[in-house]
């Protein structure tokens, strides 16, 4: 009789306490175990090559509440434990508060720039991406951002995204991006402008923040900042197709150009000039079963200073090998191989790690072997 009586208890309990608000978990996890090539000077000798290793757990907590106008209050607090470095602290990756409704949704605080995520995948995917996503004038993140993201209009949809910089007009950032999907066919362009950041280079990281994952830090002309520089500018614009076949084929095309200009990383130009590069890409895959496979080809361009056309181009080749292990798990086998138009200068990468630990090296290649495992959950 008593246990019957608490179980009445605890159940009316339940019914009597208010809704609360939904609460979900996700994320991955990943491990990376590769050997890489013609190593500079830190990143082994230069002229052996290293093993490596990466771990990678994500963890997103994400809530949500139906208000009572019927629109949606929605957080994310999110992060990602890598490796002996980055993103040591909860909410470092993610942490912003949105309202959804039939009008779209607005979000408020650090997030992900949507025209990186956009390069980054699909785009990027297969091992593709250490150029094409974490090289150029884009930033990787927001931490104070303001965004908004349209619904769909027949496929349609545009989302735009600005950072509020140091509070005043000196530094700021700022994006477009869309896309279109119809069927297995979809296409995505963007567009970002970001001025005066102390920490400009030809790293996307954290707007003016460097290194500084999850918070904006100093400026360029903000007297407080570690590294005074002067006015600077840097635009990335990028657009792409995928179309994915019925019969497990799908293709990809992006083109990709990056702009600074002002007093930039002297290891993009020296002075006041403009510098660019351009990229393109070309991707193509097949799904059969458990199995899929990749093989892609980037070209990443000569820069141009004041027009002035530099010997520094870089050809990249990518496969990857994809086995389904679960509906949630996948072991892959990847291979990169980069190739460099003069052994001695390579485009505008300011640190070797961009190149797979090759920039610098003094050879006309490199190479990385990669075997891992990815899990969601």
Excluded: C
């Amino acid at each position: 009789m008593f246990k019957r009586v608490l179980i009445g208890a605890l159940v009316s309990t339940a019914f009597a306490m208010p809704a609360m608000a939904e609460v979900s978990i996700s994320g991955s996890a990943e491990m990376d175990f590769f050997y890489r090539t013609n190593q500079a000077n830190g990143n082994g000798s230069s002229t052996d090559g290293a093993f490596g290793q990466e771990i990678a757990i994500i963890v997103n907590v994400d809530g949500k509440d139906k208000l009572d106008s019927g629109d949606v209050l929605k957080w994310r607090l999110a992060q990602k434990v890598a490796t002996d470095y980055r993103y040591d602290s909860f909410g470092q990756r993610e942490a912003w508060i949105g309202y959804q409704g039939t009008w779209g949704e607005a979000r408020f605080g650090n997030q992900f720039s949507n025209q990186y995520l956009q390069l980054d995948w699909p785009y990027g995917a297969q091992g593709v991406g250490n150029l094409w996503a974490d090289f150029g004038a884009q930033n990787v993140q927001y931490a104070r951002a303001i965004s908004y993201f349209s619904p769909s209009f027949g496929g349609f949809a545009f989302q735009a995204q600005y950072d509020l910089g140091s509070g005043t007009s000196d530094a700021n950032a700022y994006e477009i991006t869309a896309n279109y999907a119809n069927g297995g066919f979809r296409m995505d362009a963007g567009f970002s402008e970001s001025k005066n950041s102390a920490t400009m280079s030809s790293e996307a990281a954290v707007f003016a923040g460097g290194g500084n994952w999850g918070r904006s830090g100093q400026f360029s002309n903000d007297q407080k900042a570690d590294v005074i520089v002067g006015d600077n500018k840097a635009r990335a614009y990028n657009i792409g197709a995928i179309y994915k076949f019925e019969s497990g084929f799908d293709l990809a095309a992006g083109a990709k150009r990056n702009e600074w200009s002002g007093d930039v990383n002297d290891a993009i130009h020296t002075g006041n000039g403009k510098t660019t590069v351009d990229q393109y890409l070309v991707r193509a895959g097949y799904t059969t079963g458990k199995h899929n496979m990749n093989l892609g080809f980037q070209r990443v361009e000569d820069s141009k200073t004041d027009g002035v056309k530099a010997d520094d181009g870089i050809n990249v080749i990518n496969a990857q090998y994809n086995y389904s292990l679960s509906k949630n798990s996948t072991a892959f086998v990847q291979v990169r191989h980069h190739m460099f138009d003069n052994a001695s200068n390579h485009s505008v990468m300011h640190g070797s790690w961009q190149l797979d630990g090759a920039a610098g090296s003094g050879k006309d290649n490199a190479t990385r072997i990669l075997v891992g495992t990815w899990t969601g959950f």
